[in-house]
């Protein structure tokens, strides 16, 4: 077992956090047009001016970088230069922002009025506000803001407007585009649009990469994308998709920029705009293509309150500081830096591991307030609990979760059941307490078929399983722990760890668990539990003590639903997936096994209902080789290995410890 | 006799071209000529003294600073006004007024004229460790009638080349290991002697030329045990002959560049080779590092220039048997004795090309609004292949360094005419004044074709924003060449550090990489523990086809630092692995010496320093030339 030394330095409880400022207190109390009008001049980097959007296009076209693809594609097509040019000059065109002042003046003040009705407060952490103003001063900056909801890019700009910071450039998904009239404002407030998937297309990537880089090492403006990829409908971080993280470091690895700085972003909302349009959408209902009359009906939220916003700019992180040591610059010496080519495999796992960790940082400066861990403990009593218990478990799990370091907002000079109270109220549609008995709410009440009642009761369970979410990273590690220690054969510090080890491969799509950090997740999971007394180490045992029976037990039932759940995916693939399945049949297959089961077993596992889970244990089992995808003719099937799913299942239902070989390094 | 010229013109050219080379390094012309010999070296000793007015006495000491840079003479100081001067007669600059460099030096460094950090004033001869002589060789050397010493100045004076770490010991009073003795060869053959003797009784041997490296070459080893022998070879001084139908000359390699540029002139001749150093830098010298001169562009750099080279080596003399121009027997055995640092042997002649005197020669300058742009001027330069004799662009910082060194009064720089100009500049053509550059330029030919030069020279300028900034600034560059090295002796009176480095690199990475280090460095110091902003500056000093060298400058202002040299060993230290991972070069011209040494494998692969090894195993198996260079 690794030194007390390595233990301590991770201690997340003695991470000091800014305080916050409210931005809305000022609109509330002057007039928004002026401050929408009010003079703008941003700290810019290197006080270098911004070149037009124009400007840019051209630069793009003329660098060397698209210009050697176009000859490329040019031979391999067939085709002119000219013709290939123009393609990339529509490309350009397709995706470029044209970011103007008077949008953004615009939005400030629709948005101030919109916020205002919205939002008790929108909180800002100001010290990161003045790092992130030096940053934008020193070195190309890139802002990486967490995202759980459609206005989390707009509140960026209207945040970074109000402290007269340089506004970013935003990449965004071209199904914003469909909606003609706001796609269109969110380009002229900096948005630039990407195409989800263009696989193989070289001259796509050329001109996207191209613009990004040129942006960037030209100082434009900060560049703000999103590394979860796509809005988080569990509120659970999803792990980072790495393309264009890889190409906002690429200047830095290539020496085209001393340094570029990533700020990690954490924006938590109280109650969050989407939230049972999440749920429906996890459940199977499509979601409402992004129209223009979609978000219009958002009309209809604005009566509703969604409590507060906190938005905390963390610590900006320095790539070269990062790199040093791991990253060989000299890479590039002997290829002009103009030719693509794949990056080597220690720059790869390099950005992984970087995007890995900026990702926890985000995790980890999410405010939390006390309604999360009210769902927390909701979401092991299903059935409803007294409020009496409700509040006193809530009360105990605060000490808890602050122990283990996280970053909770609540409010200490209020007593705790008005505190419970308070957050029972503002989630009205979610909760109701009745009778001095708290439970989700319950659909309607005579529902026309039994799957309509489950379906009902698991947009509830989901909607309140989104709010557990945003808890669990605190108790992830410390969970896995507990999980193991009940699955291990002995409790031989090694076994434990073989335990853990296997649980956090099986979820290490489902959770924020960065590859190769498995020694120092073990320490940090232990090291929290036995800070807080709920395990002792006796030579190479670890053991529970009395007074951690109640932790583990809450911390293992925290992860149960998601034991059940790929239980029941293995399930589904060991005793109903038919020959042949298609990637594309197998979400509805599983969902409609789910249903069954629930309903013929009165099992309580709605969360296996969700797509999200079923999409990260379906690469969960693939990784595992418990299913191979194979290619026949036009089709990906899937096949089935029916004695290691079972055996997964087994494992994970406790019924076999994981039959991992220990790792040597322990 | 060059056909194109009869005898008077060349005189003229030659008494113009005297008159510039004055110019440039001095004064007055110091002393009386070198004189050509045809003979070898057993002329008669006696003779061949009373003759030859030598620049470089055995005795350094006698003229030259014993813990700095240059003659004794001439240096910076602060007078009781608190101006600047520089003292002396012997370069342009001697006996005026600065009146700028106070502020500018005070403003750029945080220094302050009331902290002095004086050096001590002079070591005792107790100080440098006895001499730990091998006997037997002394005796033998004795015997064969070569000049030797053993006194603790003449040793202490060759245990250092010019870096800074060495010249801060000095200004400390420290000494450590020095060579046991020196010996003064005559000539080629007493340099065989002295090799046999060397070999016979393992005694050590390290070349010195004109002492002016700059890579811990020329230090001592610490760990070597056995008696260390300084071969001075400033004795081998004389043109053996000129060869006026093939142009060449044939050179002793202790020759040191002013003196070899001043003999040849005499003939209406030059070799053109001219590095900043040249002074006192040797051929020798030039050949063991691969040194570069201003004016590469038309001359070459050393190893274009040199056409046969003579070197002793343990195992015998090596030379080739033909001066053919370019020759096809596998690899040229030059390349191994060029930049060879002193490990392999000591080069005794040379065969170099020389050139007529140019005819007309012509200074010029130009200012650009930012670095950016006079890099790409410079590059379509190198690309239309017109780069003038000696072409180099200063970034922002070294432009304002260069107006602080503006003399108070002077018939070239009138200030009224200045001022007039930096209007113009800054106000009309509205260049900022901390952005702007400015390339120096010197044309060499005859007349017709420099004016036709300069011309296309000055249009390509104009595409890049490029304004021509007269004839003036362009000469003070190049007189300001021989004497910034005398100014890190002022800075390091008032607890200022700083040293220049050099790489080249491909056109493509200069901008980054300029960027990239200059702002390393500034950040390596803040990290440090440096409590002033560090100077971090450069230029780009030559251009070729494929790329550039650069120049930094980097000093800083240690008062509050414990041990200054350390740290600024590590921000050198940091600063290469920034040019490196940037695409540049471990060295252009510098060399390796043992400063560098440590990137030597990742520079040239194992293979690469496997073929070195092996050649310096045959040729010196017992390392007998043992200063550790490069290898
Ligand atoms: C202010 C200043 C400016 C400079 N400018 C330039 C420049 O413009 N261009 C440039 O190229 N360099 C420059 N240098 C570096 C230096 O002048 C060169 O490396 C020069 O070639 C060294 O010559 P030297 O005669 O002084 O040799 P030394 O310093 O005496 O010796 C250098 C190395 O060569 C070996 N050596 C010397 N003579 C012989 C010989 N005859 N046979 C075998 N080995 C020998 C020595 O052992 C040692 O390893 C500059 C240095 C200074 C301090």
Redesign the pocket.
């Known amino acids: 077992m690794a030194s007390k030394a390595l233990y301590s330095q991770r201690d997340p409880a003695l991470k000091k956090r800014d305080d916050f400022e409210d931005i809305l207190d000022e609109r509330r109390n002057s007039s928004d047009l002026r401050y929408a009008l009010r003079c703008y001049t941003p700290v810019l980097y290197k006080g270098m001016t911004p070149c037009k959007a124009s400007t840019l296009k051209t630069i793009v076209l003329q660098s060397e970088q698209v210009r050697y693809v176009i000859n490329q594609v040019s031979k391999e097509m067939g085709e002119t230069p000219d013709i290939v040019q123009e393609e990339a000059l529509a490309i350009l065109e397709e995706m470029a922002q044209r970011l103007q002042l008077s949008t953004i003046r615009f939005f400030a003040f629709t948005l101030s009025k919109a916020f205002k009705a919205l939002f008790q407060s929108v909180r800002v952490n100001e010290e990161g506000i003045q790092r992130l103003q030096q940053a934008i001063h020193e070195h190309p900056v890139v802002l990486l803001p967490s995202h759980r909801s459609y206005i989390d890019f707009l509140m960026m700009s209207y945040v970074l407007y109000t402290y007269d910071l340089a506004l970013p450039v935003i990449a965004a998904g071209m199904d914003f585009l469909g909606m003609k009239f706001v796609g269109e404002m969110l380009r002229m407030s900096g948005a630039f649009f990407i195409r989800r998937s263009f696989g193989g297309d070289k001259l796509y990537w050329a001109v996207f990469s191209e613009y990004v880089k040129t942006m960037l090492r030209n100082g434009y403006a900060p560049i703000e994308f999103f590394l979860e990829g796509t809005r988080s409908r569990t509120c659970k971080s999803l792990t980072p998709k790495l393309g264009l993280l890889n190409i906002v470091m690429d200047p830095f690895f290539k020496g085209e920029v001393f340094d570029v700085s990533l700020v990690p972003i954490s924006i938590s909302y109280e109650r969050v705009l989407e939230e049972t349009l999440y749920a429906r959408e996890l459940l199977g209902v499509p979601k409402p293509k992004e129209s223009t009359s979609g978000l219009l009906k958002a009309r209809r939220i604005l009566s509703e309150d969604y409590g507060s916003i906190h938005v905390y700019f963390g610590q900006p992180v320095s790539v070269r500081s990062l790199a040093q040591g791991r990253i060989n610059r000299s890479e590039y010496n002997l290829i002009p830096r103009y030719i693509p080519r794949k990056s080597s495999e220690e720059t790869q796992s390099f950005v992984n591991d970087t995007a890995y960790m900026l990702v926890r940082r985000q995790e980890e400066n999410m405010v939390l307030r006390p309604w999360v861990l009210i769902a927390a403990v909701l979401m092991q009593n299903l059935d409803g609990l007294d409020l009496e218990l409700l509040t006193k478990q809530t009360v105990w799990l605060r000490g808890l979760a602050g122990a283990f370091g996280a970053f909770l907002d609540w409010p200490d000079q209020t007593p705790a059941d008005k505190v419970v109270a308070s957050s029972l109220a503002l989630h009205h549609g979610l909760v109701q307490a009745t009778g001095g008995r708290v439970r989700l709410l319950e659909g309607p009440q005579d529902p026309a078929s039994p799957e309509e009642a489950l379906f009902d009761q698991a947009v509830g369970v989901l909607s309140c399983a989104s709010y557990r979410n945003q808890v669990l990273h605190v108790f992830l590690r410390p969970a896995l722990v507990a999980v193991a220690l009940e699955t291990a054969n002995t409790s031989r510090n090694d076994d434990v760890y073989s335990s853990f080890l296997y649980l956090r491969n099986v979820f290490s799509n489902e959770f924020i668990l960065c590859p190769g950090a498995s020694v120092q997740d073990f320490e940090e999971g232990c090291y929290l539990l036995l800070k807080c007394g709920a395990i002792q180490m006796l030579q190479q045992d670890l053991v529970v003590t009395e007074r951690g029976q109640p932790i583990l037990s809450f911390l293992s039932g925290m992860l149960e639903p998601f034991l059940q759940g790929y239980q029941v995916v293995c399930r589904y693939f060991s005793e109903e997936a038919s020959e042949g399945l298609t990637e594309k049949q197998y979400i509805p297959a599983v969902r409609s096994f789910a249903v069954k089961r629930i309903l013929s077993e009165g099992l309580k596992c709605y969360e296996a209902l969700s797509s999200d889970l079923q999409k990260n244990a379906l690469a969960a089992l693939l990784r595992m080789s418990a299913l191979r995808k194979v290619k026949a003719a036009d089709q990906v099937t899937l096949k089935v290995n029916t004695m290691a799913v079972k055996a997964i299942e087994d494992t994970l239902g406790g019924k076999v410890p994981a039959q991992k070989p220990v790792l040597a390094r322990l | 006799m060059a056909s194109n010229y009869n005898s008077s013109e060349r005189q003229r050219i030659a008494q113009q071209r005297l008159k510039i080379i004055a110019g440039h390094l001095q004064k007055d012309g110091d002393g009386q000529p070198v004189r050509i010999f045809a003979n070898d070296c057993k002329a008669e000793a006696t003779d061949r003294r009373s003759s030859v007015a030598r620049s470089m006495p055995k005795r350094r000491q006698e003229i030259m600073k014993w813990n700095g840079?240059g003659y004794s003479d001439s240096r910076f100081l602060f007078n009781k006004k608190g101006q600047a001067e520089f003292t002396g007669k012997r370069y342009r600059l001697s006996g005026l007024i600065l009146p700028s460099l106070k502020d500018w030096f005070e403003g750029t460094f945080g220094a302050n004229l009331q902290h002095k950090s004086p050096a001590v004033p002079s070591v005792s001869a107790s100080t440098v460790p006895p001499p730990c002589l091998n006997e037997d060789f002394v005796q033998d050397v004795k015997a064969s009638g070569v000049p030797y010493s053993h006194e603790a100045e003449d040793r202490m004076f060759r245990a250092h080349?010019?870096c800074l770490h060495e010249i801060f010991a000095l200004r400390e009073g420290k000494v450590g290991r020095v060579p046991d003795m020196v010996v003064w060869p005559n000539c080629h053959d007493d340099v065989v002697k002295i090799v046999e003797l060397a070999s016979k009784h393992n005694v050590c041997l390290?070349?010195?030329?004109?002492?002016?490296?700059?890579?811990s070459?020329?230090e001592c080893p610490p760990e070597e045990t056995r008696s260390i022998v300084s071969?001075d070879?400033s004795q081998?001084n004389r043109i053996l002959w000129i060869d006026e139908k093939n142009l060449t000359a044939h050179i002793e390699?202790?020759i040191?560049g002013q003196d070899l540029e001043r003999v040849l002139n005499e003939s209406g001749y030059c070799t053109g080779h001219?590095?900043?150093?040249?002074e006192?830098?040797?051929?020798?010298?030039?050949?063991?590092?691969?040194?570069?001169?201003?004016k590469k562009n038309i001359y070459g750099?050393?190893e274009d220039l040199v056409i046969h080279i003579k070197?002793v080596t343990p195992r015998g003399v090596i030379e080739k048997g033909c001066q053919g121009p370019r020759m096809s027997m596998g690899p040229d055995i030059h390349h191994f004795?060029l930049g060879?640092?002193?490990?392999?042997?000591?080069?005794?002649e040379v065969t170099m090309k020389i050139r007529p005197i140019p005819e007309y020669q012509k200074y010029g300058s130009v200012v650009f609004p930012s670095f950016e742009q006079g890099v790409a001027c410079l590059r379509e330069i190198a690309k239309q292949r017109c780069a003038p004799a000696s072409i180099r662009l200063m970034d922002n910082a070294q432009f304002q360094f260069g107006h602080a060194l503006k003399p108070q009064v002077s018939s070239i720089f009138t200030s009224f005419l200045d001022g007039l100009k930096k209007f113009y500049i800054t106000k009309f053509k509205g260049f900022d004044p901390h952005r702007l550059c400015v390339t120096t330029l010197l044309f060499e030919g005859d007349r017709e074709r420099v004016l036709q030069h300069e011309k296309q020279v000055y249009d390509i300028a104009a595409k890049f924003g490029g304004l021509a900034a007269g004839e003036d600034n362009g000469q003070r560059g190049y007189m300001l060449t021989f004497v910034?090295?005398y100014l890190r002796d002022l800075g390091m009176e008032y607890y200022v550090i700083g040293e220049?480095f050099e790489t080249s690199v491909p056109w493509d990475r200069v901008l980054d990489l300029c960027r990239n280090v200059k702002e390393r460095i500034v950040r390596e110091c803040k990290e440090k523990g440096v409590q002033f902003p560090p100077m971090s500056t450069c230029r780009v000093?030559q251009t070729y086809d494929a790329g550039a060298c650069v120049y930094f400058y980097f000093a800083f202002n240690y008062r509050g630092l414990a041990d200054p040299v350390h740290v600024y060993d590590q921000v050198e230290h940091a600063a290469r692995e920034e040019i490196l991972a940037n695409g540049g070069s471990l060295s252009h011209?510098?060399?390796v010496?043992k400063l560098r040494k440590q990137w030597m494998k990742e520079s040239i692969s194992n293979v690469g320093l496997g073929m070195l090894k092996s050649v310096k195993d045959f040729v010196d198996p017992d390392n007998i030339?043992g200063?550790r260079?490069l290898l």
């Open positions: 840079w080349g010019h390290i070349p010195y030329g004109g002492g002016t490296s700059v890579s070459a020329l071969l070879t081998m390699a202790g040191v001219e590095p900043d150093s040249m006192f830098s040797s051929l020798g010298g030039w050949v063991a590092t691969r040194a570069s001169g201003m750099n050393i070197m004795i060879s640092e002193g490990t392999l042997g000591v080069v005794t910034i090295a220049s000093t011209h510098h060399g010496g030339f200063n260079n």
